[in-house]
């Protein structure tokens, strides 16, 4: 199997962060993981797309009957044995302290799934993985669901000149790139886009998306003038 290919490193990516990917496969990726840079890119870009969802999964109580499992194989089930001799104090630590480890282990079980009911995932939706043209994905764009605001997530960190700025384009089928305006980083791992009425009819012309580097304030000519360092087909 070539593993060098980028539909093929992309796939099993979105495999192994669903969970779907396992036995030697899971193994055999782990090891291709640990020493590609590129394929960890490409896990982690498929961990933001799917992160949103994870806060939005409602949380559901543990049936009785598991939780009487739990206290049956910790040994909870029953008051512990304690001699009627023990002085009153060390009576109660006995009861006390077995009753504290079920506590912190009925917490320790119960952490993963409890999930603060004032998280909420902001509506959005994929638009492209934007990548070098060594397939090495950098930029995840999402619109958000209200229309106003184009979001960019960062796979790793992007560092820019002081007098130099990232310009979106959209690449229409035929014809010159159409500027959507110059991306607001926030820092080298976020930018924003405002979605206007004129960048919204550019938007919708494209087929793709590209980033170039430009002087601040973006290209002068209408075109792009540096080096286009990202792109990506737009999803439908």
Known sequence: MKYDNPELQHRLAAEYVLGTLQGP???????????????????????????????????VPVPAHVWMGVQRRLGFTA??????????????WAYGSTAVAAVFAVLL??????????????????????????????????ARHDGKTLEFSGLSNVSLPADRELELWAIPAEGAPLSLGVMKMSNGRHAEVVLTAGVKSRLAQGVALAISLEPAGGSITGAPTGPVLYSGKLQG
């Open 25 to 59: 496969a899971r193994l055999r990726f782990e090891r291709l993981l640990a020493g590609s840079e590129a394929l960890r890119r490409k896990v982690s870009a498929w961990e933001l797309r799917l992160s949103p969802w994870t806060a939005a999964v409602k949380t």
């Open 79 to 92: 008051a512990p044995d304690v001699p009627e001799k023990l002085p009153g104090l060390w009576r109660w």
């Open 109 to 142: 079980i119960m952490q993963p799934a409890v999930l603060p009911p004032e998280i909420v995932p902001v509506a959005t939706r994929d638009l492209a993985v934007l990548s070098t043209d060594k397939a090495e994905a950098v930029w995840i764009v999402r």
